[in-house]
């Protein structure tokens, strides 16, 4: 009998991994469009791309290669207080931006919003350094769980409120790998 909460080593029998929730064919599709809208967008600046670690890591690489003019990159990294499911809002740096933001054009770069907690966080705490602009790409949206507006500039898919994981989402750092997202179906990590 299959024990659900252990980590496979192979995902095509591994239990844990649920149907797929978005292909990823159709990532691939999705990232040349918002690469080029944010191409047009962008015509006479150069963004700062700012991703969150680890999870958006591979979209925004992926990303940054549809975008046909100059970008930059940092990487920021947080972690936020809670259930290993559930974000308390109140986040912790783990890494800062190695860069200054002050009249910058910057993109946060999410891998997932949910209830969009870690996201107003993050959006203050960078509003703070005085940004030009401060814009937000997720790849994924869970339907109808933010508590307000997030002004979210880009979004690549609205998906149901399952949790997930591949292309870059992880349980316990597993399953990042994975080419397609997929509902979790396992026992979540404590
Ligand atoms: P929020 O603050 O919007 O509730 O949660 C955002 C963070 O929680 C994401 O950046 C991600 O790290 C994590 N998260 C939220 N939903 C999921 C999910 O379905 N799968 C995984 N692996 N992480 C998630």
């Not at 898919?157 to 399953?175: A, K, S, T």
């Amino acid at each position: 009998m299959a024990v659900v909460n252990e980590l496979s080593n192979n995902w095509e029998n591994d239990p844990a991994i649920g149907a797929v929730v978005v292909e990823s064919s159709d990532i691939n599709h999705r990232i040349k469009e918002l690469g080029a809208e944010i191409s047009a967008d962008y015509v006479d600046r150069i963004p700062l791309l700012v991703g969150v670690l680890k999870g958006a890591a591979m979209f925004m690489s992926d990303l940054a290669r549809e975008i046909t003019r100059p970008v930059e990159f940092d990487y920021m990294s947080v972690s936020s207080y809670g259930s290993a499911t559930r974000t308390s809002g109140v986040v912790r740096i783990l890494k800062d931006l190695d860069g200054d933001l002050s009249d910058r054009d910057v993109i946060i770069v999410e891998d997932i919003v949910d209830s969009g907690l870690t996201l107003t966080y993050l959006r203050k705490y960078l509003a703070a350094r005085n940004p030009r602009s401060l814009e937000v790409c997720t790849l994924l949206l869970k339907e109808g769980l933010q508590k307000t507006d997030l002004r979210l500039r880009y979004v690549g898919f609205r998906i149901p409120p399952d949790f997930v994981v591949g292309y870059g989402l992880d349980v316990n750092e597993r399953y990042r790998n994975l080419e397609s997202v997929h509902q979790y179906v396992g026992l979540r990590p404590k």
